[in-house]
Structure formats: C-alpha cells, structure tokens
C-alpha cells in the first residue's frame, strides 16, 4: 500500500482507494461520488480550525475506522473483548467498536452530538464521513470536524482513565 503524508492538505487521500473491506469508503467508491478516483479528504480535514494532531486523528478515524478496536467493517464483526467499545463493555452492553458505532450508536460520545449544529448534522441523509464541500458546507464542515474531535477525546480519557481494566 503507498503510503501518504497526511500532514499535508493539498495532497488526496489515497489510502480510501485501498480500503475495500471498509464501509464507509467502500459506498462512495461504488457510487462513484469522486470522478478522479478518490476522496480529497485531506483538504477538508487538515484546516486552520483545528490542529495538525486533530486533523492526522480524524483522517486515520474515516479512512478505515485506524484506532477503533474493530475498525471499519462492511460486514458485522463478532463481538469479542478485543473488538469491543469498552465504555459500553463497562456499561455491561458488549458492543464491537466500529466506526459506525463510534459516530452514531455509543453512549459516551453522545454527549458530543448533543449541540444543535451537530443534531443537524447527524441528522441529514448523508453519510457524515463523507467531508467534502460538495456535500457539506464549510460551516457544517467545522461542526463535524469540531464534533468528531469531541467524541475522540471523550474516548481518548474514558479510556486512559480505565487503562487497567480495558488492556490493548
């Protein structure tokens, strides 16, 4: 797989080629929604508003699910310790952490979805990893960048601060 410096926002992300068993990329790829072969997410993600960390984060989040304990599947995953949310695990409702999951189902990062900007966001029809501005405007861009980021730190403490019960 060619590798890419996510650091620099004028380059595609050429990774979401690569992804077939990803849910998210694998869709857009079908219906064609990027004439040129790819999504451009990196110019929509590596934006002055947010940090360099911020946006590297977010970009490995939509391009395959990189840093969830089940990642992007197309196909449901088993749930095993492994593969599970662990704020939902100590909640006792094992759930596998997919992206899907992390973006739209878990408990704790609800609380970040609870603005009336994000509402109308997760609200529309479109799939919300789909950041471009043909889709979205640079207002709501903002609101889901600003929101994803939200829900990672969220996830980010719950699980530093629960190290010894949830390892790996």
Request: with cysteine.
């Amino acid at each position: 797989m060619q590798q890419v410096n996510l650091l620099l926002p004028h380059l595609p992300c050429v990774h979401c080629l690569y992804h077939a068993c990803c849910a998210a990329r694998a869709r857009e790829r079908e219906r064609g929604d990027y004439p040129h072969g790819g999504h451009h997410i990196n110019r929509e993600l590596h934006h002055q508003t947010i940090s360099n960390k911020a946006s590297v984060t977010i970009s490995r989040l939509l391009c395959g699910g990189q840093g969830l304990r089940a990642g992007d599947p197309q196909r449901p995953t088993e749930v095993c310790m492994r593969k599970a949310c662990t704020y939902c695990l100590s909640q006792g409702r094992p759930t596998s952490e997919t992206l899907w999951h992390f973006l739209h189902e878990c408990p704790l990062t609800a609380a970040a979805r609870q603005s009336n900007a994000a509402k109308l966001c997760w609200a529309q029809p479109i799939n919300i990893t789909k950041l471009h501005t043909t889709t979205w405007s640079k207002k709501q861009l903002r609101t889901i960048r600003t929101t994803i980021q939200k829900m990672w730190q969220a996830r980010q403490a719950f699980n530093t601060s629960h190290t010894t019960l949830f390892p790996g």
